[in-house]
């Protein structure tokens, strides 16, 4: 039954992972289109470590022998909850704002309200 699990919820997190890392894909190809902004990129480093750190701790489920619909759905959670947080990071435009800082800083209790969460 883990494997199972292990499927879905590897398949949000290498979601995750790639979000972010198209985000720095597009930093480094365009670096004059936006105004990168430091704090950004230190949170953007910090979920990468944190999708693949939560990646790595999940597979202490691997002895859980019975699986019970509130763990399936806490362990989906958090693989969403992840996902959603390294999508707030790297909007698909940024047109309305000055550039990353702005960025940020309008979606921070968005962000830090995920990351409580989390």
């Known amino acids: 039954m883990f494997e199972y699990v292990a ?5 949000i997190v290498g979601l995750s992972i790639a979000h972010l890392l198209q985000g720095v894909t597009k930093l ?8 990168i902004y ?3 990129l230190v949170w953007v480093s910090n979920m990468f ?3 693949v750190y939560w990646w790595w701790w999940e597979f202490q489920f691997s002895v859980v022998e019975t699986w ?7 362990v ?8 959603l947080i390294c999508a707030l990071l790297f909007p698909s435009s940024l047109e309305s704002y000055t550039g990353f800082e702005d960025y940020f ?3 921070r209790r968005w962000l ?3 990351l409580v969460v989390f």
């Open 7 to 11: 499927a879905l919820t590897s398949i």
């Open 28 to 35: 480094i190809q365009n670096p004059g289109q936006t105004k």
């Open 38 to 40: 430091w704090v950004h």
């Open 49 to 51: 470590f944190t999708a």
């Open 68 to 74: 019970t619909l509130q763990l399936y759905l806490f």
């Open 76 to 83: 989906i959670f958090y693989a969403v909850l992840i996902y």
């Open 105 to 107: 800083l309008s979606r």
């Open 112 to 114: 830090f309200g995920g």
